[in-house]
DNA sequence: CAGTATCCCAGATGATACTG
DNA sequence: CAGTATCATCTGGGATACTG
C-alpha cells in the first residue's frame, strides 16, 4: 500500500464528522442570505442588501460566490442596461430546509434555556 | 409608552429567525468539542485537547468557558493535587443530538453535490 | 494537570469611493 | 444596477512560555 498523505485542512473533523458541512453551511452571513431567499424567493443584488441591511456590499458578493460556487445559489445574469443580476435558491439550497427548520425548533425551545443558563452563570461570579 | 432602543446585534436575526443559534451552537470549534462530549463521555482537560489535536489550550479553554456559560457543558472541578478537572455535556447540550444527526444525515447525503459544484464552477473559468 | 500570560499575525469585516 | 477597488480595523487564533 501507498503512503497516505495526511490532510491537515481534515484535522478537526476527525473528532467531528459534521465539521464540512458547518464550514459550507454555517459560515458567516451564508444563513441570512439563504434564509431570505428561500422565504422571499429570487432576488436582486440591492433587494438582497435592502432585507440584510448591515451587509455591505462587497461581502454580500462574496458569500454570493461561495454559495453560489457550493452549488446551494443559482445567480442569473441579464445583460440588459441597466444590468440585471437574480439570485435564486437551488434545490440543493432548497435541501436545507427541513433541517433549518429544526434548527429554529431548537431555538424555540432552548434559547431560553441558553439565556437563563447565562445569567446564572455571570450571576455567580 | 418608553422610546424603545434598538438592538443593534439583532439586525442580522431579522433577515434570519435561527441566527442566533448559529452563533451559540455553531461558531469555531464549538462543534468538535460538543460531538466528543457526547460520544466520548465525560473527560478531562488533556483528553479533549488530545483528541481535538490542532487546539491550542488557550482556544480550548475559551471555547469550553463559553460552552459552559451557555449551558452546553458541564465543567467539575477537583481541588485535588494535581488538580483535576471533568468536562462533560449537559442535558441540553445533548439535546442538540438529534439535530447533529440531522446535520451528518445531509452531509452524507450532499457533500458530494457541493464538491461537484465546486468542480464545475472552478472549471467553467 | 489545567490552565494564564504575552506577543503576534492573517484573514475577515467595515467604511468609503469609484466604474461599466 | 451590480458590483470592484482601496484602505483601515479588529478580533480570533496560533506560538510560546510560565504558574498554582
Redesign the interface.
Known amino acids: 500500500m501507498a503512503e497516505m498523505a495526511w490532510d491537515a485542512a481534515a484535522?478537526?473533523?476527525?473528532?467531528?464528522?459534521?465539521?464540512?458541512?458547518?464550514d459550507?453551511v454555517?459560515s458567516r452571513?451564508t444563513?441570512?442570505i439563504l434564509?431570505?431567499l428561500h422565504q422571499d424567493g429570487r432576488q436582486r443584488f440591492v433587494e438582497l442588501q435592502r432585507?440584510?441591511?448591515?451587509?455591505t456590499p462587497k461581502v454580500l458578493t462574496q458569500r454570493l460566490r461561495q454559495l453560489?460556487?457550493?452549488?446551494?445559489v443559482v445567480r442569473t445574469y441579464h445583460p440588459e442596461v441597466p444590468p440585471r443580476v437574480e439570485y435564486e435558491i437551488s434545490d440543493?439550497g432548497r435541501?436545507?430546509a427541513?433541517?433549518?427548520a429544526?434548527?429554529?425548533e431548537?431555538?424555540s425551545?432552548?434559547?431560553g434555556?441558553?439565556d437563563?443558563?447565562?445569567d446564572?452563570?455571570?450571576g455567580a461570579r
Open positions: 484535522d478537526p473533523e476527525q473528532a467531528c464528522p459534521i465539521a464540512p458541512v458547518v459550507i454555517f452571513w444563513t441570512p434564509w431570505t432585507r440584510i441591511a448591515t451587509i453560489e460556487r457550493d452549488g446551494l440543493l435541501s436545507l427541513p433541517l433549518f429544526h434548527l429554529a431548537w431555538a425551545e432552548n434559547l434555556k441558553v437563563q443558563a447565562r446564572a452563570y455571570d
